[in-house]
């Protein structure tokens, strides 16, 4: 039934499929983000209490998401490491480690810049902005197990592991705000229902979101592809490819 | 699926419930200590679940709603104090210093300091909390009719505006 899968697997195949696939998300994601970062940041209404400052949402929001999207990424890649032993999924944990790293380090201090003017502090220790600086944490502890190691094959095996038993922080972000008493304010977009938020703000921060979505995604297939050749710097089809010379070099 | 990938699909399963379930009870243990703030009604009557009081003199936080009118200013200083509810019980809230933008009657906030009586707390750090509607002053005014006037509860004290 997976047979059409396969080949995909395969380091050749899958570093084709990431340079094909690279461009497109990277066109997508600009046009998202500069249209929903204009229009968030200049056009759409300010806030009743919060005034202008709520605009810090427009980048806060889709950076806190994708920071939980990503390592959901990577536990899927985890879990099929494990159990069906596919090399390629190994790599793209490490592949889009950083980029959790990069969108966890944007939403913690966007973070601190909205809270320090509407709340009156830039950190408070409760539920929300501890499990989200605990993920930042398992994101830097993944890159260090997995550089920890000599061998890779067994450096992808731990980390593997390791993301496995990490995703359980997913959902502790998530509903923090819902079990435990905090400062952080309750879920807006993925409120069931309608989001309680007026549409002419709602609609550029989706923009941003599904944005931030697509340069994840870029970002993942060229680190991917990085990853890729350095493993596999030796195998004749990288030498190949390298001898062939810069019509094929992307 | 062969034998040896099922097996191992069934390990890798165990492992994560088996986790998740550790996480889970830990968690369910440590329960309401893990929220940031006490209710003004937790703190007459004590913890849901458990019951416990907070003592007199105890370092804590308080999160509730500012009532209405209840703000009152020091003309010469930056003393302030004010009433906190949720549901019944009102705890009485002194602090000294600059409040936050969002603080204003009807807002939900959170006071840390020090319980100085059964229903009256001493703060040295008092934070806004705010909730996650958001919409432009327009809208606000249509459909909640509130006219956001910025500090309106120094109203009783006139002569703070000069």
């Excluded at chain 1, 690279?22 to 919060?50: K, M």
């Excluded at chain 1, 297939?221 to 089809?237: A, S, T, Y």
């Excluded at chain 2, 009118?69 to 949720?86: A, I, K, N, P, Q």
Aim: net charge neutral.
């Amino acid at each position: 039934m997976w047979k059409w899968l396969h080949p995909w697997a395969k380091a050749e195949k899958a570093y084709q499929l990431c340079g094909r696939l690279s461009p497109w998300f990277g066109i997508i994601c600009l046009g998202l983000l500069v249209t929903g970062s204009v229009w968030g940041l200049l056009f759409a209404p300010p806030d009743y209490q919060q005034g202008e400052s709520v605009r810090i949402i427009y980048i806060h929001v889709p950076a806190s998401i994708l920071s939980m999207g990503a390592y959901a990424a990577m536990t899927i890649a985890a879990f099929i490491a494990l159990v069906w032993q596919i090399k390629m999924s190994e790599l793209y944990i490490i592949a889009v480690a950083p980029i959790g790293i990069g969108f966890t380090l944007i939403a913690l201090l966007t973070g601190a810049a909205w809270g320090k003017p509407m709340w009156g502090t830039w950190w408070v220790w409760d539920a929300r902005l501890t499990s989200e600086l605990i993920l930042l944490f398992i994101y830097i502890g993944i890159l260090a197990l997995y550089n920890a190691f000599e061998d890779k094959n067994t450096a992808g095996k731990a980390v593997s592991i390791f993301t496995l038993v990490g995703s359980i922080n997913l959902p502790i972000i998530h509903y923090s705000v819902v079990w435990w008493n905090t400062l952080h304010q309750g879920a807006t977009v993925s409120k069931m229902g309608k989001p309680s938020m007026e549409m002419s703000m709602y609609w550029p921060l989706l923009m941003n979101i599904i944005g931030f979505g697509f340069l994840l995604a870029y970002l993942g297939c060229v680190r991917m592809q990085n990853q890729i050749l350095l493993r596999e710097k030796h195998r004749p089809w990288v030498k190949k490819m390298v001898m062939e010379g810069d019509n094929h070099a992307v | 699926m062969n034998p040896r990938r099922k097996q191992r699909l069934y390990l890798t399963l165990l492992g994560v419930v088996g986790f998740s379930l550790i996480i889970g009870l830990i968690l369910y243990s440590a329960g309401q200590n893990m929220d940031l703030f006490y209710t003004p009604s937790e703190i007459v009557n004590g913890k849901n679940e458990t019951g416990i009081k907070p003592k007199v003199g105890e370092r804590l936080r308080i999160g509730g709603l500012v009532v209405e009118g209840s703000v009152r200013r020091d003309e010469e200083s930056l003393d302030v104090s004010f009433d906190l509810m949720d549901s019944g019980p009102i705890i009485t809230v002194t602090y000294t210093g600059i409040l936050p933008d969002l603080f204003r009657e009807g807002q939900g906030i959170i006071a840390q300091g020090h319980l100085t009586s059964a229903n009256e707390i001493k703060a040295f750090e008092v934070l806004a909390k705010h909730d996650e509607e958001y919409m432009s002053p327009e809208v606000a005014e249509a459909v909640k009719g509130i006219k956001h006037v910025k500090s309106d509860y120094s109203k009783t004290s006139d002569n703070t505006k000069g």
